[in-house]
T-cell receptor, first 114, second 116 residues
């Protein structure tokens, strides 16, 4: 069974600065997908960024980028130029290529301070 | 609004009662998922459907839980004889199965259940 670990329950960052959220996972699979989701307070979860394990290039979406280290089974999220609207809980998730369900970490609560 | 919708958004019930939640996926999505999220934790997979077929059920889904997706459209999740430990947020997500590449799951707002 896959496991996803987010070792930082809470983090804070000043507006306009950069912050990195950590995620590690455990799997015996070679092909899989990794995701970061954002869950704002009292709002629904939305996808931030995704990475296919067979791609060496790190995914980037505007201010969001990942550092994917397959050998280390590490998948961190970097948020540049943090904005107040980035305040949310962030979940790292793993998905097998042959199964649609996702395994989630317990989340990191990020607070962006003005 | 063409996103995933869930009804009700909140439910308070007494222990031992039955409750039913509904999820309406994005119309062209053929996969539908149910997750449970307790406070301070990430969502845990319960079950998922591809069209009307229930393809996988988690061990978390005890005999008191049942899910259906008639005609491959909306889905219902029923909990019988609720227990206080069932108190949680129940999330629904839908996606379109991809032949190649990851599918993106779109989540609904969830149904928050409180069992007294």
């Amino acid at each position: 069974a896959q496991t996803v670990t987010q070792s930082q329950p809470e983090m804070s960052v000043q507006e306009a600065e950069t912050v990195t959220l950590s995620c590690t996972y455990d799997t015996s699979e070679n092909n899989y997908y990794l995701f970061w989701y954002k869950q704002p307070p009292s709002r629904q979860m939305i996808l931030v960024i995704r990475q296919e394990a067979y791609k060496q290039q790190n995914a980037t979406e505007n201010r969001f980028s990942v550092n994917f280290q397959k050998a280390a089974k590490s998948f961190s999220l970097k948020i540049s130029d943090s904005q107040l609207g980035d305040t949310a809980m962030y979940f790292c998730a793993f998905m097998n290529t042959n199964a649609g369900k996702s395994t989630f970490g317990d989340g990191t609560t990020l607070t962006v301070k003005p | 609004d063409t996103g995933v919708s869930q009804d009700p958004r909140h439910k308070i019930t007494k222990r031992g009662q039955n409750v039913t939640f509904r999820c309406d996926p994005i119309s062209e999505h053929n996969r539908l998922y149910w997750y449970r999220q307790t406070l301070g934790q990430g969502p845990e997979f319960l079950t998922y459907f591809q069209n009307e077929a229930q393809l996988e059920k988690s061990r978390l889904l005890s005999d008191r839980f049942s899910a259906e997706r008639p005609k491959g459209s909306f889905s219902t999740l029923e909990i019988q004889r609720t227990e206080q430990g069932d108190s949680a947020m129940y999330l629904c997500a839908s996606s379109r199965r991809q032949v190649v590449g990851p599918e993106t799951q779109y989540f609904g707002p969830g149904t928050r259940l409180l069992v007294l």
